[in-house]
């Protein structure tokens, strides 16, 4: 059975702090240090999933599936809320693809600069 990203990331943590815990030596704390990043970021991105499916549950006009609303904030597109597009040829609202503080397309994860967001404007 494939282990999910979380389950390694709480696995490998495990490990870690079990040999910082035999030996206690800066390499060791450093790589523990990054176990407990992975884990937080996983669980931050799981979180993130979990919200936005239970706003898409209590608001189904305004699921992932609605062309017109942001696929992270699941906000429908306003003026204030402009789409905008990507080179993969994904959108979401221009605030959240700006704001994102790593640079990967929330439907197929391709990196992209801000710069590379064409932006929409609303009419």
């Known amino acids: 059975m494939q282990q999910s990203m979380f389950d390694r990331a709480v696995k490998a943590e495990q490990d870690l702090e079990a040999e ?13 240090e990054k176990a407990v990043t992975a884990r937080k970021k996983s669980q931050k991105q799981i979180r993130a999933y979990m919200l936005r499916a239970a ?17 992270v904030c699941l906000r429908q ?8 597009l990507l080179y993969c040829g994904h959108s979401s609202c221009f605030k959240c693809l700006t704001s994102r503080p790593v640079k990967l ?11 590379q967001i064409s932006n ?4």
């Not at 910082?20 to 523990?32: G, H, M, V, Y």
């Not at 699921?63 to 942001?70: L, V």
């Not at 929409?120 to 009419?123: K, R, T």
């Open 120 to 123: 929409y404007f609303y009419v």
């Open 20 to 32: 910082l815990i035999k030996e206690n030596n800066s390499d060791t704390r450093a790589k523990f």
């Open 77 to 84: 597109y306003t003026r204030d809320r402009r789409e905008g």
């Open 55 to 71: 706003h898409a549950l209590d608001n189904p006009d305004q699921s992932e599936e609605n062309p017109d609303a942001c696929k």
């Open 105 to 115: 397309c929330p439907v197929c994860d391709k990196e992209y600069t801000v710069e």
